[in-house]
C-alpha cells in the first residue's frame, strides 16, 4: 500500500513560467532552430502573398509547422496541430506562446496546396542542402543513386485499361544513328527510318488516381504506387529525388535524375547503383561524361538447365562466338534494338550432342546476341573486380539504403495520402528536406559543441541503464 497519495488539484495552479525552460537543453528542435537563418524563407515566399486584405500567418511558421510533420513522421496536417497545440517544444519552435492559438490546419493545407508551388518546395530543399555544402558535410564525388515505391492513394481494385503512347526513349536518335554505322562497318544496308505511327501500349490505370502506376515485383502484392528516384552521397545528404509512376523501370528513369544531379554536382567520380541501372545506355553515358560506374555482377536471363551467355566465348579478332562444343556463330545481323545477331551453322547443331542444353530452335540454329555497346558493359565489369568498384558498391547498405530505411521507418514515407504526380513529389521532396536538416542539425550541434554533445550522450546512455535496471511491476 502506498503512504502517500499523488494531489492532483494542482492541475489548476497558475504558474509563472518561460517557455524557453520548459524546452530541454539538448532538445532535437534547438539543434535544427539553429542549423539555418529561417528569414531566408521570405525571399523564397516572397510574390505569393497579396499587399491587401487581412494579415496572413507568417511564412516561416508554415513551413517549420510542415518540417515537423516531416521530421516526427506524423501522419497528416491535422494531427500536426493537434500535436502542437500540447506540445511544449513543438510551440517553442514555431514562435507561439502556451495560450497563445495555433492556426488552424486548414489553414496550413490551403497555402501548402495552392499557394506554394513546386518551385518554393525545390528551393527550400536547396536551401537547406546548400548549408551542409557550405558547412563540408556534403561529399558528392561518389553518389549513390536507387529508387524506392511509395504506395498510392489509391484502391487496387478501381482500374481500368487503356491505351497510351508508348515511351520515346531519350536515346533512340543515337542509338538508331550507332545501328546503322554498325551494319555499314559489317556490308549490311542500314535500317529504314520508322513510319511516324504513333506505337500504343496497352497499361492499367487506377480510376482513382491515374497518375500513379501499378506496381508488381517478386512477392509483393500488386498495387498502384509512385517512384521516388533518388540520389545521396557517402554521408547520407539527399543530393536530389524524382517522382514517377510505379511502372517505370529504373533505367528508364534514370536519365532525370542523373542530369539534373550532375548539374548541380559536375565534381562526381563514382556513380553507384545496383543491377536494375546496368544497361549499354547508362554505361555508356557514364563513362563518357568522364565518370566511373559502380555496379554489380547481373545474373543472365537464361532457362534453367541451359548454358549460360558467358559460355559462349566471344572472338573480337574475328567478331564471332565460339560455343561450348567449339563451334563458330558467324555475325548475321544487327537489329533495330542494337544487338549483334550471332548465328550457328545447322548443320553443326543437328548432331550436337549438347543441343538440348544450348537451343530448342526448330531450325537446329542458336543465336547469341551482344549489343553494339557491350564494350561499356565490359568496362563497368572491370571496375566492378577493382578495389574502387568492391568498396564503393558495399557502401550502398549503409547510405542509400539506410536513407530509405529511415524515411519509410521514421518519416512515414511507406504509402502517401495526396493523389497527383506534382503533390506526390512535393511531400517526397519536403521529406527529404526534413531528414537533411534533421541530419545538418545533428553535425552542426555535434562540431560546434563537442562538449555538450558528449554530456547529451552520456546523460542518454545513463537514462538506458537505469530504466534497464527497474524493476517489472506486475
Excluded at 510533420?69 to 513543438?90: C, D, M
Excluded at 555499314?184 to 491515374?210: A, C, F, Q, R, Y
Amino acid at each position: 500500500m502506498l503512504e502517500e497519495k499523488r494531489n492532483f488539484n494542482t492541475r489548476n495552479d497558475g504558474e509563472i513560467v518561460s517557455l524557453d525552460d520548459l524546452v530541454p537543453k539538448f532538445h532535437l528542435l534547438r539543434k535544427i532552430d539553429k542549423s539555418i537563418d529561417w528569414k531566408k524563407i521570405y525571399p523564397i515566399v516572397e510574390g505569393k502573398y497579396s499587399k491587401i486584405g487581412r494579415p496572413s500567418v507568417d511564412p516561416v511558421v508554415l513551413v517549420k509547422m510542415v518540417m515537423l510533420q516531416h521530421i516526427y513522421g506524423i501522419r497528416s496536417l491535422r494531427q500536426t496541430v493537434a500535436e502542437i497545440e500540447v506540445n511544449v517544444a513543438y510551440r517553442w519552435f514555431i514562435g507561439y506562446g502556451l495560450t497563445e492559438k495555433i492556426p488552424h490546419f486548414s489553414t496550413v493545407s490551403y497555402n501548402f496546396l495552392h499557394r506554394f508551388d513546386s518551385e518554393m518546395f525545390e528551393e527550400i530543399f536547396t536551401l537547406v542542402l546548400n548549408e551542409g555544402i557550405d558547412s563540408g558535410y556534403v561529399k558528392p564525388e561518389v553518389i549513390f543513386v536507387d529508387s524506392t515505391h511509395i504506395k498510392a492513394n489509391a484502391n487496387r481494385k478501381k482500374q481500368m485499361k487503356i491505351h497510351v503512347p508508348a515511351a520515346v526513349k531519350t536515346y533512340e536518335e543515337q542509338l538508331h544513328k550507332e545501328i546503322n554505322e554498325d551494319r555499314d562497318d559489317h556490308g549490311k544496308k542500314p535500317l529504314k527510318e520508322k513510319e511516324e505511327k504513333e506505337e500504343t501500349v496497352e497499361k492499367t490505370v487506377s480510376t482513382t488516381d491515374p497518375e500513379s502506376g501499378l506496381f508488381h515485383k517478386g512477392e509483393h502484392q500488386k498495387c498502384f504506387a509512385y517512384e521516388a528516384q533518388t540520389v545521396c552521397d557517402k554521408n547520407n545528404f539527399i543530393l536530389d529525388t524524382a517522382v514517377v509512376p510505379g511502372n517505370i523501370h529504373d533505367s528508364v528513369s534514370f536519365d532525370e535524375i542523373y542530369d539534373r544531379v550532375t548539374k548541380r554536382f559536375p565534381q562526381i567520380k563514382v556513380v553507384t547503383a545496383d543491377a536494375g541501372y546496368k544497361t549499354p545506355w547508362i554505361c555508356k553515358r557514364i563513362f563518357d561524361d568522364g565518370r566511373i560506374p559502380s555496379m554489380p555482377y547481373k545474373r543472365p536471363q537464361t532457362k534453367e538447365n541451359f548454358f549460360k551467355k558467358y559460355e559462349y566465348v566471344y572472338d573480337e579478332y574475328y567478331d564471332c562466338y565460339i560455343c561450348p562444343n567449339d563451334k563458330i556463330l558467324k555475325y548475321s545481323t544487327t537489329n533495330r534494338e542494337g544487338y549483334r545477331e550471332y548465328k550457328s551453322c545447322a548443320q553443326d547443331c543437328e548432331h550436337c550432342q549438347l543441343r538440348a542444353q544450348c537451343t530448342e530452335s526448330k531450325v537446329m540454329q542458336k543465336v547469341v546476341t551482344r549489343h553494339i555497346r557491350e564494350d561499356y558493359i565490359e568496362r563497368a565489369e572491370d571496375v566492378r573486380h577493382s578495389p574502387l568498384g568492391k568498396d564503393t558498391y558495399s557502401m550502398r547498405s549503409k547510405t542509400i539504403e539506410r536513407v530509405f530505411a529511415d524515411a519509410k521507418e521514421k518519416h512515414s514515407m511507406r504509402y502517401t495520402t495526396y493523389k497527383g504526380l506534382n503533390q506526390v513529389t512535393n511531400w517526397v521532396r519536403l521529406k527529404f528536406t526534413a531528414m537533411n536538416l534533421k541530419k545538418l542539425a545533428m553535425w552542426k550541434f555535434k562540431n560546434d559543441n563537442p562538449t555538450d554533445f558528449l554530456l547529451d550522450f552520456l546523460d542518454f546512455f545513463n537514462f538506458i541503464n537505469i530504466n534497464a535496471k527497474k524493476p517489472c511491476l506486475s
